[in-house]
């Protein structure tokens, strides 16, 4: 086939980028070579509206073992074991098939994670979707989650936690974010740096087939009304396949044969082979004809770009070749050496004895476009006055029940009861609390995570928002009692072309990055996802933050539910009322526009380690971060999880109720405690200058608010479950 500018812009390159292809290569492509470069230098690929931007996250640590530019990140938490753990975007796939969309994302970040050497522990996930009145919201749902199930239930992962919203500028592309997190002996890491000359490169798992061609080009496109012509781009999943390999990896891992390993994933097995050779500054020749295939006469071109799942590419040692074979033969797996390395630092692609293309890597790779896009700066937009008169004919108890059983408080049981959250025998805190926790097997210490993201106030001040979310992560992982060690983030944004979108992105980074910086919390691992929007139409900016923390000590672990009456509940952490883009706003009042509330890092990490420190020394019952939704919805969960009232005290300093109550200034925690222990709490409290105040005590069945609202355990339990339960049936 000819290629020129015409077909290289079909491939979804830019006609500069072809131009300076041919410069580069100092001809024209074949089109086998067209498509290796398209699926390189897409934007899925190649990170190359965002990759000046990420630079500045902040990413050391000391408990940082591997940072980003692997397949994983991976933390230290002692005892000579490690935690690998990465969160990645599957959205345009999920959105066109959402089962396999979602089922091939979970397979996906899974194999990035024991790549490394690492036995997959626990899975988790942010998923979101359109306005519930949106026709296919509904089906979308239903397929993600039985998606995210059926491959995470098969590989015999436990799902412990996640995230679920509903928005409408999520109708026309939604998110489905997959997150694992893998154990391994620090002695025992692998990575993707190929090293040595004539080492045999071979190619284990399925058979390649022609699902998944131009799947990462795909996810680097808009959507159009075409939508339904890109299914064949959407890969096809066999999770009973990825345990053998996973089980036949760890096999070989166990010795000395392996110099690098990389998951076929985005791009195949072109981006497989040239990361490996790039980061080896070596070559690699491969031969297309030894390729296990599953379909008849596959081209180059096919053979290259396919995003067949279940596969991965190994560098072994020399002479190790019978030996890996017979780990794979035993697991009933696909093993061929189909290639070596080389000292050309080109890739060469041989097909029917003739060489199809010879590319050098650094084109590939280093020398893959980096666009300084044009972005705007937001503005912090202006409080709202709410006049007094907007709260007169409101009643408590209306607006706690719509709140609560809004699509994004309400329970996501109906969700994760898909899920088996307790396989492996370890999970010690299932979803639905705030944070998932797993038992590190065989000892006493736990490690935690958590998912999470804040698409409005991200939305209303991008530096804001990006701040805020990785400071909901920390307070998500103190609240169980984690000491938080690093974050893994899926940054997902419209079009990097739109100003507003690529402005958005920079100042979410920029969020995120002094929030982590500040709060020790580096980012090791991420994904950037652009183009989430249809037509001119983009989601509100999303950056997914996924958290991981270590408790020492698994029975120190704190939970959400009230535990006895007559214990005291306190409030850590200042409330100033502040109700622009809280819930209440955009649900009771219908206003939109505001600022997002403050973010205070001084006090997030004085509060969250005032209140680690509450908890190491035995003073706390039961834990719980305020945030959507503000105190009375998380008395609400605490309530409902411990079966449990609470009697209110009236707030000394009271703005009025509504926004006391239904405010969502950042950095706040409840806690409960026994009387006899007040003391000693309020005086390392007060030690630390961490504002406080006792709020209630708990009582046997209800929730009196005050002398004229109160709500039973009961009623408070039907608002809050039932709406996602009747939604779904």
């Excluded at 949106?134 to 995470?152: A, F, W």
């Excluded at 893994?488 to 690529?502: A, I, Q, R, V, Y």
């Excluded at 719980?624 to 605490?638: E, R």
Aim: hydrophobic residues 35%.
């Amino acid at each position: 086939m000819l290629v020129n500018e015409k077909v290289a812009i079909e491939h979804g390159l830019k006609a500069e980028e072809y131009r300076k292809i041919c410069d580069l290569l100092k001809r024209v492509p074949n089109i086998t070579e067209l498509g290796i470069f398209s699926a390189m230098w897409n934007e899925h690929c190649s990170y190359k509206s965002s990759r000046l931007h990420l630079k500045k996250l902040h990413t050391k640590g000391k408990k940082v073992i591997q940072g980003p530019g692997e397949n994983a990140g991976v933390i230290d938490i002692e005892d000579g074991d490690a935690i690998v753990f990465k969160i990645e975007s599957h959205n345009h796939p999920s959105f066109i098939e959402p089962y396999q969309g979602a089922a091939t994302g979970v397979g996906g970040i899974m194999r990035d994670v024991f790549t490394m050497g690492a036995r997959p522990i626990a899975n988790l996930n942010s998923i979101h979707f359109g306005s519930p009145q949106n026709k296919k919201t509904k089906n979308l749902l239903r397929g993600v989650v039985h998606g995210i199930g059926g491959y995470g239930n098969c590989m015999g992962v436990p799902t412990i936690g996640g995230q679920t919203s509903f928005d409408s500028s999520y109708n026309g592309n939604i998110l489905v974010n997959a997150m694992t997190l893998g154990l391994v002996k620090k002695n025992k890491i692998f990575y993707s740096k190929a090293a040595g000359l004539n080492k045999p490169v071979i190619y284990v798992g399925s058979k390649t087939g022609r699902d998944g061609i131009h799947g990462a080009s795909m996810a680097s496109a808009n959507f159009d009304e075409k939508i339904e012509e890109k299914k064949p781009t959407v890969q096809v999943g066999d999770p009973f396949t990825e345990k053998l390999l996973l089980e036949a990896c760890l096999e070989l891992m166990s010795g000395d044969s392996i110099i690098a390993i990389q998951d076929m994933g985005a791009a195949g097995l072109t981006s497989s082979s040239i990361e490996m050779a790039s980061k080896g500054n070596l070559g690699i020749e491969i031969n297309l004809n030894k390729v296990p295939c599953r379909e008849t006469k596959m081209t180059p071109y096919e053979i290259m770009l396919s995003e067949s799942q279940e596969r991965m590419l190994i560098v072994l040692e020399n002479g190790k070749e019978d030996l890996a074979k017979k780990i794979f033969d035993k697991w009933n797996l696909d093993f061929a050496v189909i290639g070596k390395t080389t000292n050309s630092k080109n890739i060469e692609l041989f097909f029917n004895e003739k060489q199809i293309a010879n590319i050098p890597i650094n084109i590939l790779v280093e020398k893959s476009p980096m666009y300084d896009r044009k972005w705007k700066k937001s503005k912090l937009p202006k409080k709202n006055r709410f006049k007094k008169n907007i709260f007169s004919n409101l009643k408590i108890k209306d607006v706690l029940k719509k709140i609560i059983s809004n699509p994004n408080i309400c329970s996501k049981e109906w969700i994760w009861q898909q899920y088996d959250h307790t396989v492996m025998g370890d999970t010690i805190q299932k979803p639905g609390g705030d944070s998932g926790v797993i038992r590190v097997h065989g000892t006493d210490k736990a490690v935690a995570a958590t998912v999470d993201s804040s698409a409005v106030y991200c939305w209303a001040h991008p530096l804001t928002g990006g701040k805020q979310v990785v400071a909901e992560s920390w307070r998500n992982l103190i609240s169980v009692g984690a000491t938080p060690i690093a974050i893994t983030n899926c940054l997902n944004f419209g079009s990097p072309e739109n100003e507003d979108n690529m402005g958005e992105f920079v100042e979410c980074v920029e969020g995120i990055s002094e929030a982590s910086k500040y709060l020790n919390f580096p980012v090791v691992s991420g994904n950037v996802s652009f183009y989430n929007q249809t037509k001119e139409m983009g989601i509100k900016p999303t950056p997914s933050i996924g958290g991981v923390g270590l408790i020492k000590n698994y029975k120190k672990m704190m939970t959400m539910d009230f535990k006895d009456i007559d214990n005291l509940v306190l409030i850590i952490g200042k409330t100033e009322g502040h109700l622009d883009q809280s819930l209440f706003a955009r649900i009771i009042l219908d206003e939109k526009n505001g600022p997002p509330p403050e973010v205070n890092l001084f006090n997030e990490k004085n509060n969250g380690i005032s209140l680690l420190d509450l908890i190491e020394k035995d003073l706390i019952k039961s834990a719980h971060d305020i945030s959507l939704g503000g105190i009375l919805t998380a008395l609400t969960k605490m309530c409902i999880k411990g079966n449990k009232g609470i009697k209110l005290n009236k707030p000394k300093n009271l703005i009025n109720g509504f926004s006391y109550f239904f405010a969502e200034d950042q950095g706040r925690y409840i806690i409960e405690i026994e009387p006899k222990k007040l003391k000693e709490v309020n005086k390392i409290l007060d030690k630390n200058s961490v504002h406080h105040e006792e709020i209630g005590v708990i009582i046997k069945n209800d929730m009196i608010i005050d002398e004229k609202t109160k709500v039973t355990i009961d009623e408070l339990k039907s608002y809050n479950t039932n709406w996602l339960r009747n939604f779904m049936n």
